[in-house]
């Protein structure tokens, strides 16, 4: 009988992909509120992988008829003391062994893994950034093009003459395509024979050889190759990212998240542009040092607060580890604007002298108090400083924020001058 | 003496055309086995987690549950939670079965066997997928089907297609005709009785009509109650048949798309009831046919060491009181028995002579098999098959639970002469599905008041319903009804409880 064999690994595989977008676009609200508490957890690098996230079931229930209770029978293998008229207790927990499959119950959370492209969507969109934004942020890099072999199509403009003439000659020789000089040699040699046989034997000689010659073409579209260029993500150079905050103990958790989540952003931004991104992180409170993030956003400090402090940290930072030649700097400052009267001379000679001018992007972010609106909060010293060197043409760029969806208007300036550089290029 | 058909655990697609024929040798002419044409799929893992979550189909319309249901299972199959089946099979002609491709040489002979053969021939013989599937017509349906619900989400908007769907799924283990009527299934047809249904509604529409003013209805309250009832053929225990035909206000896509719900879950009923013969067939038939491929010479000792390997996994059965204990593996339970059934015809005890008179010493067992395969579903087969034999090598024990009953959970037979029979009937009404569904039917609806659409559970054995999914069902159902739904749970004349739900403002149908 026929058989058919089929081999269906080649077909284009995720067809579960609209289904499954179509589950997470149901269960938005729940999964966005799962990237949230997650993203809250992990490390500013982090943020850019997927990964498992547990969502209640809510709304997102299959009900169907079931029974339960009353009287049940079952029939059981295995038996191995009991005989007819026996008595089990019954098991503590009401619902027996009966129950117990995974997903069941409306009230057992439901894990499953998201892609990193679904968790960066999901996160983007709970920071409420504009749409514009996130399409700048989401579209992939640059792709240059890259020699990848030859082609047998291709366009005009790129065939390669070298390949092709060597395939050519490498076809003649296999085909046995007579050369010129012997064509050349037989009709000399015709010339200046008169023995009339042995004319004859030429002339054949020369007529075969020619209708070869003929047959077997100099260059046959066979031979033509096509140099082949390949899209491949051109490697752009790298990026150091400076968090700087300020940890003095007026700074609550949520300024801290705040902060936090500010620092992710700039980080998924700056992964989009660069394939190399380190990140440095300074705290300071009248002194700064370098720490690892989690002391960063998590470990004790106190004391009074000196800004200056953190840019000189950063400056030896800058040029002990990074020199402005080879890496794109960016900066993030967070603090709730206190800062020691005396130190704004030396904080603002050091911005605007060392830091700002090897600087791509600086951003100050003063974080306030949830209940707080911005409007309401007074300028601090901090503030009052930036903004007088801002006045002065310094570029940099601040805001203050006290919600979340705040934190993104700091970056218009940043897609701003992309813009403009890509229309430059 | 053939030779090897492969060496070693790599197969090529020669190898599969091979492996297929020798098997084909065996499943004709010495099992007998009358089976669709073949035609063998190999798939990634990918393809595989994909078909898992479209229940095996090889395609299927869109829903978000699946989504859920492919995100669970990836969850989990990443985790290492859950492993792969090595192969699904299709009822459909040709019958399709898909082949992982990380299977060894082996796995794939065995697969074969498996699939292709084994429930390929029960698929084509067996009486329940004769009467209630289709399998000529079901992949073009599969097509239509997802066309059709595809055209339904541009002209209509994804929103109501899909509460449409999520309420015909709720309602899907209701939507199941269990006796058969006087048309038997023509899937092809289905399409073009969809298309006929919007032509003629397109040809018949005449605006003008509307302002026509009509004649007094005819007083419909003359009508006997028995009368209108039968007219709308109450009781019905299809409630999406019931829906599909009466429901008042429902479109007519709605009425398609819960006609092609209640087409799949009947294309799926037998599925549900032959479980642990279809598996123990399967089974049956690949362990016969690799013995004598290894008989024969055609695998080698090695790659035959591998398949018992597996095969021995496939029909571990765990005991009740072991960790891995989960319910009877419809494998290892399905598979003893026809092996016993092998031994009761070919070489049976005296108590075999008294149980089965009919098979025993009959000696045809390729014969005997197919007749059961033919005939049979799981409930039937158990209820006449199981032998006191296999009771006691499994050591059945049958246990009665009754929350009245302080002592505790009642051991009531064993396995010994007087529990036989009642462990094996016992055992044999786990599988019988008029136990295992909910016995809910449509009796009544309320014409001449509000319309309200009512329900009756009757229980059994004192089980109700599960209060917070039933009512979540109601609500669908009443979303489709567009009116109050009762149902009443009753115990013979006794009310155990009621339920009304009223549909959501922002219902269905419109």
Redesign the interface.
């Known amino acids: 009988?026929?058989?058919?064999?089929?081999?269906?690994?080649l077909?284009p595989?995720?067809?579960?992909l609209?289904?499954?977008?179509?589950?997470?676009?149901?269960?938005k609200a729940l999964v966005q509120g799962a990237v949230k508490k997650t993203s809250q957890d992990r490390d500013i690098k982090d943020v850019l992988e997927g990964g498992?996230v547990a969502i209640p079931m809510d709304g997102?229930?299959?009900?169907?008829?079931?029974?339960?209770?009353?009287?049940?029978?079952?029939?059981?293998?295995?038996?191995?003391k009991?005989?007819?008229?026996?008595?089990?207790?019954?098991p503590s927990q009401s619902g027996?062994k009966g129950s117990g499959a995974?997903?069941g119950d409306?009230e057992d959370a439901?894990?499953?893994?998201l892609s990193r492209d679904e968790f960066v969507d999901l996160f983007l969109d709970d920071l409420e950034l504009p749409d514009l934004a996130k399409r700048k942020l989401a579209e992939t890099e640059h792709e240059g093009l890259q020699r990848a072999g030859y082609a047998t199509s291709g366009s005009p403009a790129n065939i390669s003459v070298s390949r092709t003439v060597s395939r050519a000659l490498a076809r003649r020789v296999a085909l046995r395509r007579p050369r010129q000089e012997d064509i050349d040699a037989l009709e000399a040699e015709l010339a200046e024979c008169d023995d009339e046989k042995r004319r004859t034997e030429i002339r054949a000689q020369l007529e075969a050889l020619k209708a070869k010659f003929k047959r077997i073409p100099f260059i046959d579209p066979i031979d033509i190759r096509y140099r082949r260029f390949e899209t491949v993500p051109k490697p752009v150079a790298q990026a150091v990212m400076f968090c700087l905050m300020d940890v003095s103990g007026s700074m609550s958790e949520h300024m801290k998240d705040l902060a936090k989540r500010f620092y992710m952003l700039l980080y998924v931004f700056l992964k989009r542009r660069y394939k190399h991104v380190e990140i440095v992180f300074i705290r300071h409170t009248d002194r700064a040092e370098e720490v690892d993030e989690d002391t960063f956003f998590h470990g004790p400090a106190s004391g009074g607060t000196l800004v200056s402090s953190a840019l000189v940290a950063m400056t030896d930072i800058l040029r002990t580890r990074f020199r402005p030649a080879d890496w794109n700097i960016y900066a993030a400052q967070a603090s709730d604007g206190d800062n020691m009267t005396s130190d704004s001379a030396l904080t603002g000679q050091l911005l605007t002298e060392k830091i700002l001018p090897v600087c791509q992007f600086f951003a100050y972010l003063e974080v306030g108090e949830a209940a707080n609106y911005t409007f309401d909060m007074p300028d601090s010293s901090l503030w009052t400083l930036y903004e007088r060197l801002r006045n002065d043409g310094a570029p940099l760029s601040m805001r203050k924020v006290s919600e979340r969806g705040e934190i993104f208007p700091v970056f218009q300036d940043l897609f701003k001058k992309r813009g403009a550089q890509e229309r430059v290029a | 003496m053939a030779g090897l058909l492969f060496e070693g655990a790599d197969w090529d697609?020669h190898t599969?055309?091979r492996v297929?024929?020798a098997c084909?040798e065996i499943a004709r002419k010495e099992l007998g086995l009358d089976v669709y044409?073949?035609?063998?799929?190999?798939?990634?893992a990918?393809?595989m987690?994909?078909a898992y979550?479209?229940v095996g189909m090889p395609l299927f319309y869109?829903?978000?549950?699946?989504?859920?249901q492919?995100?669970?299972q990836?969850?989990s199959y990443?985790k290492g939670l859950m492993g792969l089946a090595y192969e699904i099979v299709i009822n459909s002609s040709?019958c399709i079965s898909?082949l992982m491709?990380e299977n060894t040489a082996t796995m794939q002979t065995l697969v074969i066997a498996h699939a292709a053969f084994g429930h390929n021939h029960f698929f084509k013989n067996n009486y329940l997928f004769k009467q209630w599937t289709d399998a000529d017509g079901i992949l073009d349906y599969l097509e239509f089907a997802k066309g059709y619900i595809m055209a339904c989400e541009e002209r209509h908007g994804r929103l109501a297609v899909?509460r449409t769907l999520?309420a015909a799924?709720?309602l899907?283990?209701?939507g199941i005709d269990r006796y058969p009527g006087k048309k038997t299934l023509d899937l092809r047809a289905e399409e073009k009785r969809a298309g006929d249904r919007r032509r003629h509604e397109e040809a018949a529409f005449n605006d003008l009509w509307r302002t026509v003013p009509t004649t007094k209805t005819k007083n419909t309250t003359t009508l006997s109650a028995e009368r209108r009832r039968a007219l709308l053929g109450l009781p019905q225990e299809n409630i999406l048949r019931f829906l599909e035909k009466t429901a008042p206000r429902l479109h007519p896509w709605q009425r398609e798309i819960i006609r092609i719900v209640r087409h799949i879950a009947q294309y799926f009923y037998p599925q549900g009831q032959t479980k642990v013969m279809n598996e123990g067939t399967a089974t049956y038939v690949h362990y016969r046919i690799m013995s004598r491929l290894h008989q024969q010479g055609q695998i080698s000792d090695g790659n035959f060491l591998e398949f018992l390997g597996s095969h021995t996994n496939v029909v571990f059965?765990?005991?009740?009181?072991?960790r891995r204990w989960s319910g009877?593996n419809p494998y290892a339970l399905g598979f003893a028995m026809m092996q016993d059934i092998e031994r009761i015809v070919t070489n049976p005890e005296q108590e075999d002579r008294e149980w089965f008179p009919d098979i025993a010493g009959k000696g045809d067992v390729e014969g005997v098999l197919r007749d059961i395969w033919a005939n049979y579903r799981d409930e039937s087969f158990i209820g006449q098959f199981l032998s006191p034999a296999l009771i006691r090598r499994?050591?059945?024990?049958?246990?009665?639970?009754?929350?009245a009953d302080t002592?505790?959970?009642?051991?009531?037979?064993?396995?010994?002469e007087?529990?036989y029979r009642r462990?094996r009937r016992?055992?044999s009404?786990?599988y019988d599905v008029g136990f295992i569904?909910?016995n809910?039917e449509v009796v009544d609806v309320d014409l001449a008041g509000d319309r309200r659409l009512m329900l009756r559970?009757s229980?059994?054995?004192?089980?109700?319903?599960?209060e917070?999914?039933?009512r979540?069902?109601l609500q669908?159902l009443a979303d489709l009804w567009t009116y109050d739904v009762a149902l009443t749970e009753v115990d013979g004349d006794k009310v155990l409880k009621e339920y009304v739900v009223s549909p959501r403002t922002a219902a269905v149908a419109a």
Do not use: C
């Open positions: 009988m026929a058989i058919h064999i089929v081999d269906r690994r077909n595989g995720s067809k579960s609209e289904n499954r977008q179509r589950f997470l676009r149901r269960a498992e997102m229930e299959e009900p169907r008829f079931r029974r339960e209770g009353g009287t049940r029978d079952m029939v059981l293998p295995g038996n191995k009991f005989v007819e008229g026996d008595y089990l207790p019954r027996g995974g997903e409306s439901f894990r499953f893994v | 697609f599969l055309q297929h024929d084909e044409p073949n035609q063998i799929e190999v798939i990634t990918e393809q987690l994909d979550s479209s869109k829903h978000w549950s699946f989504g859920k492919f995100a669970f990836e969850a990443r040709p898909y491709e899909e999520d799924h709720a899907m283990s209701h059965q765990p005991e009740f009181d072991d009877f499994f050591r059945l024990f049958h246990l009665h639970d009754n929350p002592n505790g959970i009642k051991v009531d037979a064993i396995h010994d007087r529990g462990v016992e055992l009404r786990q569904d909910a809910i559970h229980t059994v054995k004192g089980s109700q319903l599960n917070t999914d039933a979540r069902v669908h």
